[in-house]
């Protein structure tokens, strides 16, 4: 588990690391914002994730992700909510990626 307290304080880690790539969803792929790949998810592999609960309301809760594709050598993150926050299109990218590992 991470020591960082923050959501900002871990991508600003992750950051200097290389993980310079913001992920966002496009269907059934990863976009990045400053290039112009998608991801399906055999090319990439998920490094490390965090979890975080909002220090006031336990329903504010995110997963970070760092996601690193040898093939296109990029890295980068993706935050995704957790529990009722959680976005089904991330889900099924992660869990893909987790049946591959398996």
């Known amino acids: ?26 269907g ?28 006031s309301d336990p329903a504010d809760s995110a997963v970070l992700y760092a996601i690193s594709s040898a093939r296109f050598n990029l890295k980068g993150t993706l935050v995704n909510g957790y529990g009722i926050s959680s976005d089904e299109a991330a889900d099924q990218i992660i869990n893909a990626i987790r049946e591959q590992t398996i």
């Open 1 to 26: 588990m991470h020591t960082l307290r923050t959501l900002s304080q871990t991508l600003a880690l992750l950051k200097k690391e290389g993980y310079t790539e913001d992920f966002n969803l496009n």
């Open 28 to 55: 059934p792929y990863l976009a990045g914002q400053r290039s112009a790949i998608q991801l399906a998810p055999h090319e990439f592999v998920v490094d490390q994730h965090f979890r975080f609960e909002g220090a």
